[in-house]
Structures are given as C-alpha cells and as structure tokens.
C-alpha cells in the first residue's frame, strides 16, 4: 500500500474525514476516468451533496446542494430499479426520461448504495461523466464497491462525532439555560498594605461526569456555544461585586475574539468598571492590536484596568503588555514556581519586576504555594501574591470572610 492510501485508511492520523472522503472521490474518479465524484446523504426527502470531487464545469453537484431523492438516480439504484451501472443514459428509457439527466448533464454513470453497519442506509457513492461509455463493467463495480467499504468506515466514524457533539451542545445549552455556573473567588494580596486587594474569579461547574472548567470551555467553542458561556460566567463574577468592600477589585478572564465582538462590552453595560480587572492570558492570540485596543477603549475609559496573564511562559506576553498598555503584569506559576532554589528563575523575574516598574504596572505573582516562595517574592518586592498558600479558589461567602485576612511579616 502506498503513502497516500496509507492516509486514507489510516483513521488515527492528523488528517481530516472531509479530507480523506474528497481524497477517495478523487481516487475514484480518475481511476474511473469520471468527471464528477459525489458522496450524498439521504436527509428526510433529499439527497443532499456531502464531499464533492467536481471539476467539471456543471457545478450544479457542489457541497450543500440538494434535491428531491425520488427525482435522482441514486433513489432508483438503492430500489432496484437502476442498474448500478449505466453505460449509456439516453439508452436507458428511465434515465433518458428523468429531467436530472439533462440537468447534470450525465452521460453515463455508476453507483453504489452506502449501508451502515446498523442496517440503515446512509446515501450513495456515485460518479459520472457528460458522454456515454461502454467500458464500465463489473469489475469498475466491484472497485467502486471497495472504495465505498472504507469510505463507509469514514462516514461511520463522522457519525458517531456528530452525535458526540450534538449531545455536548445539548448539555452546554441546559447549562447556560439552567445558569449552572458556580463563579469561585481566589484571593490576591498586597504585600504594601498587607490585606485582600482583590480576587480572582474561577468559573465551576459541578456536572455529572465531573469535568474541569477548562475543558468545559473547550467543548463549548467546538460547538459554537463558547461566547454565551464566557459571558454568562462573567455575568455572574461582577453580579457579587457589591458584596464586596469598595476597595476590593474582580479579575475577570475573556478570550479575545469576545472583547472584539462586543460581547464583554455589552456585559459590563450597568457594572462598575473601576473595580474591575481584565486577565488576557499568554495564551489568546491577538492578530490585530489595533482593533483590540479599539474594542477595549470604551472600557478601559469606564476605569477598567488590563491584566497580562501568565508573564514569563512564552513570547506572547510581551507583546501583549507592550501593544496593549497593560496595568498589571501576573507572572506565571512556571517562573515563580520553585523561584527561592531557582536562581535562574528569580534572575527573570527580578528582571520582570524592573521591567514592570519602569513601565508603571504592577506586579501580581502566581502560583504561591510554599511560605518559601512566598518569602523570595517578597524580597523581589512584587506588589501582590496569589496562590493555594495566599488562599485557595471559594465560594462567594467564604471569599467574603477571607477579605479582613492578613499575613504577619
């Protein structure tokens, strides 16, 4: 078997099931020497065009176009009613009267039925040309056939991932209409007045099966539900902020392309602004930092502060903080981790931390699990801390008593 076969049959490589299905229509239809290649879905009462191979200059067969199956070939092939194959359409008084013939202008044509491996019958494998052809014969069948099997395979496995989605999109949509989020609050202390400044909300969700909220927001960007459910989860974070003392701020997080969309705008619409810090990880890419900035300027002109998330794990953060006019810079866990027997990792952060002072931001470092770490930062005199040895992620009234905390120096 050669390379690009390989490909096609192999189902655990990086290569798309759209791709691989076009790739054996193509197969087929130039070992056949067809001019058009198409593999339809019996949807209700149409045959809709799912992978197309079309170069032909009719391209009425196109992806997404649909007609009535019982004015087609492939309804007559899977009732019997048809051959298989059909040398010679104006030879044959049932296609030489169907309208469909003069309209895709076929000339000769074969096909298969495509049957699941529930018995249900899934569409056709089909491919034809403008003029008849005497050649075709049992043998181009039994290849159509074959390639069918492993195309049926694909389809099989496309299937089953629609029905995954379908119900994950299901379960997302019960979560937003239910409003099932749960907003969690970590603690984030300045070293300069020695008490709470603000905290960090953490969407939770407490589903059966368990997963983490990172995941969560994965699935729901895969099914187009990720913007209804960032911002539901931002609604609920600032919905508690007057729970809190004036002096105490929220850190929010939202993915970039719903800053640009307006979506965090129309959000924070009725919410005090100046109590309110935006996190842009390391990880968002931003493609366009000018419409970003514009996005940003109504907010930032209503008080809101800009955070850069996760300084010091990659390239990306810099360039956030410097194209984006940052007011607080939080270095990641991977450089604060272990910073007190690092020296290498202290030399950076050192670094950053002058850096940050030069610029006029302020300094928040993540990721504080040890009274060690803790110590070595406040030597760096960094402004704030953040971590499970500052306090873990809590409920709103367990946030609320962790406020009038302070740690002894």
């Keep these: 078997m050669d390379k690009s076969s390989k490909l096609l049959v192999d189902q655990h490589n990086n290569v798309s099931i759209e791709a691989k299905l076009a790739n054996l229509l193509a197969l087929v239809r130039k070992h056949l020497d067809m001019d058009v290649a198409f593999i339809s879905e019996f949807i209700n009462d149409e045959r809709v065009f799912k992978v197309v191979d079309n170069p032909s200059e009719n391209q009425i067969v196109k992806v997404g176009n649909a007609d009535p199956i019982d004015e087609t070939y492939c309804q007559k092939i899977t009732d019997d009613k048809l051959s298989p194959i059909i040398t010679n359409t104006n030879a044959n008084p049932i296609t030489k009267a169907m309208p469909v013939t003069k309209k895709l202008g076929i000339g000769s044509y074969i096909g298969v039925p495509i049957n699941l491996s529930n018995g249900k019958l899934y569409g056709t494998f089909c491919c034809y040309k403008s003029h008849h052809d005497e050649s075709l014969n049992d043998r181009d ?16 496995i496309n299937l089953s991932k629609r029905v995954s989605r379908n119900h994950t999109k299901s379960v997302i949509q019960q979560i937003i209409t239910d409003n099932d989020i749960n907003i969690y609050y970590q603690p984030i202390f300045s070293l300069k007045n020695n008490k709470v400044a603000g905290f960090e909300s953490l969407a939770r969700f407490f589903t059966t099966p368990y997963k983490t909220p990172d995941v969560w927001f994965k699935e729901a960007k895969k099914v187009g539900l990720n913007e209804a459910l960032e911002m539901l989860a931002i609604k609920n974070a600032v919905t508690n902020i007057a729970k809190f003392n004036n002096s105490t701020y929220i850190a929010i997080n939202c993915s970039p392309s719903h800053i640009l969309s ?10 005090d602004c100046t109590r309110l810090v935006l996190e842009i990880t390391e990880h968002s890419p931003i493609s366009d930092y000018e419409k970003m900035r514009t996005a940003l300027t109504p907010l930032r002109k209503r008080g809101l502060r800009l955070a850069i998330d996760d300084v010091g794990a990659g390239f990306s953060s810099f360039q956030h903080i410097l194209e984006l006019e940052a007011d607080i810079i939080k270095l990641d866990i991977s450089l604060t981790q272990n910073i007190n027997t690092d020296k290498r990792k202290f030399l950076l952060a050192k670094a950053l931390c002058g850096f940050a002072k030069a610029i006029d931001c302020t300094i928040v470092a993540e990721g504080i699990e040890t009274e060690q770490e803790f110590n070595s930062l406040r030597k760096l005199n960094v402004d704030s801390v953040q971590g499970y040895f500052i306090g873990r992620p809590a409920a709103i009234n367990d946030a609320l008593s962790a406020i009038n905390a302070t740690l002894s120096a």
């Excluded at 159509?144 to 389809?155: P, Q, R, W, Y």
């Design 262 to 271: 307006g979506a965090l705008e129309n959000t924070l619409q009725n919410i």
């Design 141 to 156: 069948l039994s290849f159509l056939n074959l390639i069918s099997e492993i195309a049926t395979g694909l389809i099989e």
